[in-house]
């Protein structure tokens, strides 16, 4: 069975432009989260998506925003991209929105903003 | 407040080592799950185990074993005879049940390199 998948990869930009990443939970799994992880620490949670409603939120600024599609894929948005969103971002998905679930995640999407 | 907190950042021993990773949190939480996760250098985190607040049973897999102890607020991770695949980042994470959302509260990890 395949696994969550994230794209693109990697991806290069500039400050202040925009970006969108996208991510594929597991089949059968309604649940996506975002987190994004800077180099040398520990993910940090940015949103929960579950049957296409926002379930919750973290601390990230209003430029961070995702949505969740009838198929139960996701897409993370980040607008006037800073310097320091440079960073490993992980999507996870799990079969419900329960906290007792694990995640399973995903190989990431490394962003770079020069 | 909740907070995971792992307090060695880089731990390196030699293959067949056996070598512990400590895991302390805090939550208000009565009710929480507990989580280990593996980074290797490729950045996918693996899952490794999960533990309820209500079990307090260690547990064994293999070469893996963890020690819950709700005492001193710890979840520590024990990985014996280590070998070279066993190197890489290390997180310890928490959830809380109250919290909609179910967000992972992760520590700051430990990276672990098994020489040969």
């Known amino acids: 069975d395949a696994g969550v998948t994230q794209s693109p990869t990697h991806l290069i930009k500039t400050r202040g432009q925009h970006v969108t990443l996208r991510c594929s939970p597991i089949?059968?799994?309604?649940?996506v989260s975002w987190y994004q992880q800077v180099l040398g620490q520990g993910p940090q949670f940015i949103f929960q998506?579950?049957?296409?409603?926002?379930?919750g939120r973290g601390n990230f600024p209003d430029r961070f925003s995702a949505r969740q599609f009838p198929n139960y894929s996701s897409e993370l948005n980040v607008n006037a991209l800073l310097l320091g969103d440079s960073a490993l971002y992980l999507c996870?998905?799990?079969?419900?929105?329960?906290?007792?679930?694990?995640?399973?995640f995903g190989p990431g999407t490394r962003l770079t903003v020069l | 407040a909740q907070k995971v907190t792992q307090a060695q950042t880089e731990i390196s021993v030699v293959e067949k080592e056996d070598v512990t990773l400590d895991c302390v949190y805090e939550?208000?939480?009565?009710?929480?799950?507990l989580f280990w996760y593996k980074q290797p250098p490729s950045g996918e985190l693996v899952f490794l185990i999960r533990r309820n607040s209500f079990d307090e049973q260690n547990e064994i897999s293999g070469r893996y074993s963890w020690n819950f102890q709700k005492s001193t607020s710890s979840f520590n991770f024990t990985i014996t005879a280590s070998q070279v695949v066993d190197s890489a980042v290390y997180f310890c994470?928490?959830?809380?049940?109250?919290?909609?959302?179910?967000?992972?509260?992760f520590g700051q990890g430990t990276e672990l390199s098994v020489k040969p």
């Open positions: 994470a928490l959830s809380e049940a109250s919290r909609q959302g179910g967000k992972l509260i």
């Open positions: 998506y579950y049957e296409k409603e926002e379930r």
């Open positions: 089949s059968g799994h309604k649940s």
């Open positions: 939550t208000r939480d009565t009710t929480y799950y």
């Open positions: 996870a998905s799990r079969p419900s929105g329960g906290s007792y679930n694990e995640q399973f």
